[in-house]
C-alpha cells in the first residue's frame, strides 16, 4: 500500500501494519512495548520537571529528571516484553542483561529523549532506538534488524524500519499510531541542510563542503535537536545534516551506537546516505559503547560531494 502523506486507504494502526508485513512476532512485541513507552514519555515531557537529576549520564553529562525518568520508562518496557536479551541505554553507564523470564531474543540500544536540553525552550525531542539480534551490543550498525525514532513534536511521530523500506506513523486521539506514509524515499536534491558543531572549528574539507552546499541554494534549518533536523531532511526528501570532525574534537560529538546507527540504518532504507566522512556510518564496527563519530548524513549526492572534499583537504 502507498499510502500518500497524511491519507492513508483506511487507518492501519501500527500493530495491524506490522502484522500486515509478517515480521517476527517477537519483533513486533517489542515495537509495540518501545511505542507504548512514548505515551508516558509524552507525559513526563508535558508535566515533568526540566530540573536536573543531580547524576550524570553514560558520557559525564550532567542528566537532567526527564532524561532519567524516560530512560526508566523504557527500560521497564523493555524487560517487560520477554523478548530482550542485553540493553544498553546512553543515560545508563553499564551494558543491562536482562535476568527477568525472557527468550533473549533481541539487544536494544537507545537514547531515550535525545535533545532533552531542548525541552525547557519548548523544542522539539524524540526518542532513538537500535535494534540488534541477539545479545551481542557491539556489533556495526549494518547489522540492525529495525531502528526507529518517535519525535515529540507539534505531532507525536514515529518512523521506522525493518529492512523494508521506511514508514512513517502518527499518534492519534487515543495516543496509538497510525500509519501516515509508507515507503518514505530520499528522491531529490538537499532542500535543507543542518551544520552541527562550531564553524570555526571545521577542518578544511568541511568548510569547502559547508561553502558548497551554501551555493546549491538550500536553506539552513538547525534546532540542535538530532531527531528533529533528521526528520526535517528524511520527510522533504533530500537534505544534508552534519555534525562533522572538529579541530578539538575529531570524533565530533554525536554517540555512535545510540544516535548515528539507528538514523544511518533508517536514512540508508530510505535512499539516502550516511558516513563519518571516510566510510559509511553503517560499516564503522564499534569499540565501546561510549564511541562517538563524525556524521553526514542525508541526500547521496551531498554525502559524496562531503566525502570528496574530505578526501582532498581534510
Ligand atoms: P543533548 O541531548 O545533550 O541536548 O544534545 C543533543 C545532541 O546530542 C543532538 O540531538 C544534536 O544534534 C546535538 O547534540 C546538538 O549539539 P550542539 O548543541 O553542539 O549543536
Known amino acids: 500500500m502507498n499510502a500518500e502523506r497524511g491519507k492513508t486507504r483506511f487507518q492501519i494502526d501500527l500493530r495491524r501494519y506490522l502484522r500486515e508485513q509478517s515480521i517476527d512476532r517477537d519483533l513486533i512485541r517489542l515495537i509495540c512495548e518501545i511505542s507504548d513507552a512514548s505515551k508516558y514519555i509524552i507525559n513526563s515531557i508535558r508535566t515533568g520537571d526540566l530540573g ?14 526527564l532524561d532519567v525518568l524516560s530512560d526508566r520508562i523504557i527500560q521497564k518496557r523493555l524487560k517487560f516484553s520477554g523478548v530482550v536479551a542485553n540493553i544498553v541505554s546512553e543515560e545508563t553507564p553499564e551494558i543491562i542483561s536482562v535476568s527477568e523470564p525472557s527468550n533473549r531474543r533481541y539487544s ?20 532513538i532506538v537500535s535494534i540488534y ?7 556495526a550498525g549494518r547489522n540492525q534488524v529495525a531502528a526507529l525514532y518517535i ?19 502518527a499518534m492519534n486521539q487515543l495516543m496509538d499510531y497510525d500509519l501516515v506514509t509508507e515507503n518514505l524515499t530520499m528522491a531529490g536534491p538537499a532542500r535543507v541542510y543542518s551544520p552541527g558543531g562550531m564553524r570555526s572549528r571545521y577542518s578544511s574539507g568541511t568548510e569547502k563542503f559547508i561553502q558548497y552546499i551554501e ?69 564503522v564496527v ?3 559503547i561510549d564511541d562517538r563519530a563524525p556524521i553526514f548524513i542525508g541526500s547521496k549526492a551531498e554525502v559524496a560531494m562531503a566525502e570528496k572534499f574530505i578526501a582532498e583537504h581534510g
Not at 133 to 139: D, T
Open 133 to 139: 539480534e541477539g545479545e551481542s551490543v557491539l556489533q
Open 286 to 288: 564499534p569499540q565501546a
Open 215 to 283: 551555493n546549491t541554494g538550500a536553506k539552513l534549518r538547525y534546532s540542535g535537536g538530532f531527531v528533529p533536523d533528521i526528520n526535517q531532511v528524511l520527510i522533504k526528501r533530500g537534505g544534508l545534516f552534519m555534525y562533522p570532525h572538529l579541530t578539538d574534537s575529531p570524533q565530533g560529538k554525536l554517540r555512535t551506537l545510540f544516535e548515528l546507527n539507528p538514523m544511518a540504518y533508517l536514512i540508508e532504507q530510505a535512499g539516502g546516505a550516511a558516513s563519518t566522512g571516510r566510510q559509511p556510518i553503517l560499516d
Open 52 to 65: 536536573v537529576a543531580g547524576t550524570s549520564n553514560l558520557y559525564g553529562e550532567k542528566q537532567l529528571a
Open 151 to 169: 519525535l515529540y513534536g507539534p505531532r507525536t511521530t514515529m518512523v521506522l524500519s525493518f529492512g523494508s523500506g521506511v514508514h512513517e506513523f
Open 108 to 127: 536494544v540500544l537507545f537514547d531515550p529523549l535525545d535533545g532533552s536540553s531542548l525541552v525547557d525552550v519548548n523544542l522539539a525531542v524524540g526518542t
